[in-house]
């Protein structure tokens, strides 16, 4: 047999080596090379596009920067070449390749049509979510394709057997054999083919017109491992050329006979060894490795045994130790000597780790190639390397969603779905794109006022009606939790920015006011939108907004395809924004640096470098996770003769074993993803088992370097907590006026009472902070007050009517949010029963009911006047004289413990001012009775719970001791300025939260975070 099938070795450069091959070494053969044209008959094969470009700057270098270079062609590529060969009616048959978009909208069609018979699938407008169908729709395509690729027949899904099959899989194979069969007729009436059928029919006519076009001239198809079945049956095609050769990528020569049996025996699961597809190529071929030469002079690597031996078939592993001994110790430090493996804690330590190694190669003006499947991963190395003015080439580029055009698109919809919500309005403004005709320093300006003033502590109205509403108030001095006071200018400045906004938003708001519109439409008001939204003044040139142009074409496609695509909803669009821009890219139009690349595993198959980079080594990146779909099992893709998914597998290890054949290899992985632990690919893992803790360790340490230097990168030097702050303002500084609710900050940290009355600061709301428990609480006492104050009778038989229409008024304010008050208001119904029931047993008891009454009291200490104010939730009237003070609780309620040691010293002050100064027209008298009441609908709701009081002490005892402990406190801390006003000299025991001025004293730096308190 002729000796016309060669590999080029991991370790070897692929490109260079075909080079040298093609023009010294064996694969022409006895073809002449006397002729100054001679190159120009030769025809190269190529997988990729990019290899194509590699290859033609190889032939380059190799003779001196400029020759005629041979034919460089791809697979299955849009060479028209071959249609001289052909029939005229077979050329002219040729139906053109669907659009991905059409394709994938059509496809929608069907899912969308098969779920809306599964109920469960269907939301509350009637429709199927779109990024779900268009996820399905994609899942589909690519079954399709797998189909189509590894030429089997729509029709073998019958061969699966349904009665074996839950009855979900039962409904799934239903559709896919309506689907499938369907499928190309829907094409055959467009006039058009998948993109794979094309491909396959492409290297089909390569393979029926090679011996017509080439004749005896040379053909050399490198670089494909014929996993596709039209592109194995063209490269046997080219063996059987008189001058045709294949030059394999990566074979393993050495192979023995019982380990390529086995990776052709599909019962022992070997899809995920490296060389399964080459091996199930050179079975086609009916060659065997043994018998395949490899073009290079140099003998077998030592690096590259060690890969193949540790990503050796499951069964071999048992032969590992045995293997390994039969290394030299010197051989194999020599062959591990150039790998480095960074094990980085986070994602972004990876990406920094990454590029430093590549900074540091660059330097010396060598060459770098970092692979990996991660687009996020990537993204991040390339902002990394800009901190070193090093500008990458990302293969793929920037998606679409996530680019700057993409993100503003994505903010523009948020704000108009959510109805102008604070946080999507601030989110917006804060764009660096964003001018609205105005400079960007004038926006920031009035964003700021626009927070503060309008949105900080307010819970604004939907939509820019409300947010006028709140500008409209604050000028008239009628919002009073606002941070800042507005004056005439700034209030115009604010009311011409909201007009611009609605003007620069009209075509999304007015589409969103649709119940169903079209992808095309929305991607149109997108469009629309954003020059307005980012238009300069007029005395100023635009900023470029990167991704203006692809999303302006993404638009146009939109628009004009048919079908149009799912239907969306103002529910749906935002969820949706993401599914309709998958695929679409944005590349960077910055000069890149021409010593470093980024590449997909794709991309970087024959690709070298003086460094090479393989990077996200993660399970479930590299390699991804075998995931079949939710179209067929793994068991019923193997059914109908479609491989496991698990042939990704092989495909990835495969390249993680041709990366490692450089000289210089970095391997690096994450130990955590996003806010969850990852584990190291099993291909590392697998490496590491194999060579052994003392070479793992000796690779890891190398690649310690980078993570240390990335660290001190951003460092700045050892931490220094910050020491309890021990302010002492001056006496006449501290406050002479406290609420009930302050005492006990009096007791517990003073700091708070120096940042509030001395400072005069006060928190600032969360923006967009949403109605919580605080608030609920807040109502349910409104309830009760109004429920008192309009004296309703609990014994009358329509109270729980009244309480309900109090309810109603009460939570109405939640009326644009349906679902949480409605909520809330069941909630507040088994309240209110609970509450009637406690009022109506003690009707009897009770002469008179006072709801939230204010209490002011001022007396004397150390002769200056102190005064006291606090607002009592109840204070009832008792028939046998005296009052009942009654703290409802929505909350957790004191411990006795802080009751009788006098730290929840909230009603015993109130009884002291009922009893020293009376309350509202209430003549002073003593409080009989104090009590807690836990509001709920729990079992242990509306239980009265007594003050708890030391065992011989009376409430009066108790109250007269408050009083001494809390004008000690007074004389101590406010009326004096030798003791300092330090935090948390008390702190609650059990608090889960941080209090309002915690931050402000720096508390995390010197209290222990977790757990107790440190020792003061």
């Known amino acids: 047999m002729r000796e016309n099938v060669f590999s080029i070795p991991p370790h070897a450069r692929f490109l260079p080596t075909l080079v040298n091959g093609v023009l010294e070494g064996p694969l022409l053969g006895d073809w002449s090379r006397s002729d100054p044209f001679w190159l120009t008959d030769v025809t190269i094969f190529l997988p990729t596009r990019r290899a194509r470009l590699a290859l033609a700057q190889a032939f380059a270098d190799a003779l001196g920067g400029g020759a005629m270079l041979p034919d460089i062609r791809t697979f299955g590529g849009d060479e028209t070449e071959e249609e001289s060969f052909l029939d005229v009616e077979e050329v002219a048959s040729t139906p053109t390749p669907v659009p991905r978009i059409v394709r994938r909208f059509l496809l929608s069609e069907l899912v969308e049509k098969w779920l809306s018979a599964q109920p469960a699938s269907i939301e509350q407008d009637g429709l199927a979510n779109p990024a779900h169908v268009l996820s399905m729709a994609d899942s589909l395509a690519r079954l399709i394709d797998d189909f189509q690729i590894e030429g089997v027949e729509a029709t073998a899904i019958c061969s699966v057997v349904p009665d074996e099959l839950a009855g979900r899989w039962q409904q799934t194979l239903q559709f896919l054999e309506i689907a499938l069969a369907a499928w190309p007729d829907i094409l055959a009436q467009r006039g058009e083919i998948d993109g794979a059928t094309l491909r396959n029919l492409r290297l089909g006519r390569q393979e029926k017109t090679l011996e017509q076009r080439f004749c005896d001239r040379p053909v050399v198809a490198a670089g494909s491992t014929g996993s596709v079945p039209a592109t194995a049956r063209l490269l046997r095609a080219i063996t059987l050329l008189p001058r045709g050769v294949l030059v394999l990528p990566g074979l393993d020569t050495t192979m023995p006979q019982r380990i390529f049996d086995a990776l052709l025996d599909q019962d022992t699961n070997p899809h995920g060894h490296p060389q399964y597809g080459l091996a199930q190529l050179l079975n086609k071929l009916e060659r065997l490795p043994q018998g395949v030469p490899e073009l290079t002079s140099s003998s077998t690597d030592t690096r590259t045994l060690v890969i193949r031996n540790a990503l050796a078939l499951a069964g071999e592993t048992r032969n590992w130790s045995a293997a390994r001994s039969a290394f030299d110790r010197i051989d194999l430090e020599q062959a591990l000597s150039g790998v480095t493996m960074v094990s980085a804690p986070t994602e972004q330590a990876e990406a920094r780790a990454v590029a430093l190694a590549a900074r540091d190669m660059l330097a010396q003006n060598r060459t770098v190639g970092i692979v990996t499947p991660d687009r996020n991963l990537a993204r991040r190395i390339a902002a990394e390397l800009r901190r070193f003015e090093i ?582 801390l406010l009326l004096r300025d030798n003791l300092e006003m330090a935090p948390r000299l008390m702190p609650k025991a059990n608090q889960n939260f941080a209090g309002p001025y915690d931050h402000l004293a720096r508390a995390d730096e010197w209290t222990e975070i977790d757990g107790a308190e440190a020792e003061l």
């Open 391 to 972: 500008e990458v080439d990302d293969a793929a580029g920037t998606p679409l969603f996530q680019s700057r055009a993409g993100r503003l698109a994505r903010l523009i919809l948020s704000l108009a779905v959510r109805r102008f919500a604070p946080v999507d309005l601030m989110a917006l403004l804060r764009n660096r794109y964003v001018t609205l005709g105005r400079s960007r320093a004038q926006i920031a300006r009035i964003s700021d006022l626009m927070e503060f003033a309008l949105l900080r502590g307010q819970r604004p109205a939907p939509g820019l009606a409300g947010l006028r509403v709140l500008l409209e108030q604050n000028l008239q001095n009628k919002l009073p939790h606002a941070p800042i006071k507005l004056n005439t200018r700034e209030g115009g400045e604010i009311r011409e920015l909201l007009d611009r906004i609605g003007e620069a938003l009209d075509s999304v708001l007015s589409l969103l006011e649709m119940e169903n519109f079209t992808s095309g439409q929305l991607a149109g008001a997108l469009t629309t939108c954003i020059p307005r939204i980012s238009a300069s003044p007029g005395d100023s040139s635009p900023l470029h907004l990167p991704g203006i142009e692809e999303m302006q074409g993404w638009a146009q496609e939109l628009a004009q395809t048919q079908p149009p695509g799912p239907a969306l909803s103002p529910r749906t669009a935002l969820g949706a924004l993401e599914a309709l821009m998958a695929g679409q890219s944005v590349r960077a139009r910055t000069t890149a640096h021409p010593g470093i690349s980024i590449w997909g595993r794709l991309e970087a198959r024959l690709q070298s470098a003086d460094l090479m980079i393989a990077c996200g080594l993660n399970e479930g990146v590299w390699p991804e996770v075998a995931d079949p779909g939710p179209w067929l099992s793994r068991g019923m893709r193997m059914g109908v003769g479609l491989d496991p998914p698990e042939r990704q597998h092989g495909l990835a290890a495969h390249d993680f074993e041709m990366a490692l054949g450089g000289k210089n290899v970095v391997l690096a992985w994450s130990e955590r993803i996003g806010t969850g632990p990852a584990t190291p690919s099993r291909l590392v893992q697998r490496l590491s088992a194999f060579v052994g803790e003392e070479y793992a360790g000796a690779m890891r340490m190398r690649g310690e370097k980078w993570l240390q230097i990335g660290r001190r990168l951003d460092e700045a030097g050892p931490p220094r907590p910050a020491a309890r702050p021990q302010p002492r303002p001056p006496a006449h500084l501290r406050p002479r006026r406290l609420s009930i609710t302050e005492v006990e900050t009096l007791f517990r940290s003073p700091f708070d009472l120096y940042a509030k009355h001395v400072l005069k600061l006060r928190p600032i709301d969360p923006l967009g902070e949403e109605l919580g428990v605080r608030e609920r609480g807040s109502f349910i006492h409104d309830i009760f007050e109004q429920f008192v104050v309009n004296n309703h009778d609990p014994l009358d038989k329509d109270a729980q009517l009244h309480l309900d229409e109090l309810a109603a008024k009460a939570f109405s304010v939640l009326d644009e949010f349906p679902d949480r008050r409605d909520i809330w208001l069941r909630r507040f119904r088994a309240a209110s029963e609970g509450y009637l029931s406690f009022e109506r047993a003690r009707a009897t008891e009770v002469e008179k009911r006072f709801a939230e009454k204010n209490l002011l009291w001022s007396f004397p200490v150390e002769g200056e006047r102190i005064s006291l104010t606090g607002r009592a939730d109840r204070i009832d009237l008792l028939k046998a004289g005296g009052f009942e003070i009654i703290d409802f609780k929505t909350g957790s309620l004191p411990t006795p413990k802080e009751m009788r040691s006098f730290l929840a010293p909230q009603l015993l002050l109130e009884a002291l001012i009922v009893r020293e100064a009376g309350f509202e027209g209430n003549e002073p008298a003593p409080a009989r009775a104090l009590t807690y009441i836990k509001i709920g609908a729990g079992p242990k709701a509306f239980e009265l719970t007594p003050f708890a009081l030391e065992k011989g002490c009376e409430l009066q005892e108790a109250v007269d001791e408050l009083h001494r402990r809390f004008s000690a406190h007074v004389s101590a």
